[in-house]
Every structure is written in C-alpha cells, then in structure tokens.
C-alpha cells in the first residue's frame, strides 16, 4: 500500500499489503490480514514482517469526498395537455432516466411517471434523486339551458364538468 486513494463517501477502498509473511495494521483493521476494506479517511499504515524478521512500514492516505446532494425542482402535478419542466441540481453534470436526454439541467415533461437524475459532481461522486409527475384529466365543461330565444326574452345557462366557472361573452 502505499499514495493517496480517493473515494465518495458510501464507498469503500480495499487496501492490499504485500511481500511478507505477517502484517499489522495501524487504527484498529486488524492482524495478519493481507487486505483491509476502508470506508473513512485517514492514514492507514501496515508493518510487514518477512520469515527472516525483518519489517518493512508502508502508509496510504484515504481521502472521502463528500456526495453531492441530487434535487429536483419543478411543478409535479400538470393538467393534460400541460407540460412542466423539471430542473436537477448539485452536481456538474446530469444523467436522466427515461429517455430525457444527459447532462442537462432541465427536462420538459407532459407524460405522467416518476423520473429520476444521477447527479456528479467535479470529484466523481454521485447522487441519485427522483420525482413522480401526475396528469390530471382535463375537465369536460358543458354548458346547458334553452340556447335559442327571441329577442326581448332571457334564458338561464348552466355551466357544468369543472369546480370553478368562469363566464365571458
């Protein structure tokens, strides 16, 4: 072992020492073990012992970068017919599923479905996040009532299929 190892964080590294017939590990990673599974920072180093006795000290330093944090933005419940962009942020470049295209920020969205971006981020590290946009049906409005009058005569329409009216002429 020996140099600098870099890794995300949730990730681990396996150091491997070599050329001796006992090895003993410094923080705590064990004996006689030829390989170690890291997942922290830190120096770790191992003395190797040959069959004549003589040592030999190697030390690797485990750096653990920190995982970028993967969001997206955007409105997630559209009317049909509507469309909705979903932006992602936290990273430098953007992986979309579904088909929508790679490294952009924004995707443009009319289907219903759940559509997730891997983030990365300038150190390789990477973060996955999801959204789920819902399509309401649109309403079927209506109107009702007697629609042929003769002048001087009113009649009363009736607005239907939706919660909330709105009446022009």
């Known amino acids: ?3 600098t190892l ?11 020492a070599s050329g001796g017939t006992s090895y003993a ?5 064990g004996n006689n073990a030829t390989t170690s599974t890291i997942s922290t920072a830190g120096t770790y180093t191992v003395t190797v012992t040959d069959g ?4 030999d000290t190697e030390s690797a ?15 997630l419940t559209i009317c049909s017919g509507q469309s909705t962009i979903l932006t992602a942020s936290g990273g430098t470049s953007y992986a ?10 924004t995707s ?6 759940t559509y997730t971006v891997t983030v990365t981020d300038g150190s390789g590290c990477t973060d996955t996040e999801s959204a789920t946009v819902v399509v309401n049906p649109a309403p079927t409005a209506a109107i009702s009532g007697t629609l042929t009058i003769c002048s001087g ?3 009363t329409l009736t607005a239907s299929g939706g919660t909330s009216y709105a009446w022009s002429n």
């Open 25 to 29: 590990w410094s923080n705590g990673l």
């Open 52 to 55: 004549s006795g003589c040592t």
């Open 1 to 3: 072992i020996s140099g």
């Open 153 to 155: 005569q009113s009649t």
């Open 96 to 105: 979309w599923s579904n088909g929508l295209g790679n490294n952009a920020t």
């Open 61 to 75: 330093t485990v750096v653990v970068n920190p995982a970028p944090t993967a969001a997206i933005s955007g409105t």
């Open 108 to 113: 443009t969205i009319s289907t219903a479905g």
């Open 6 to 16: 870099t890794i995300c964080s949730g990730q681990s590294t396996t150091l491997t």
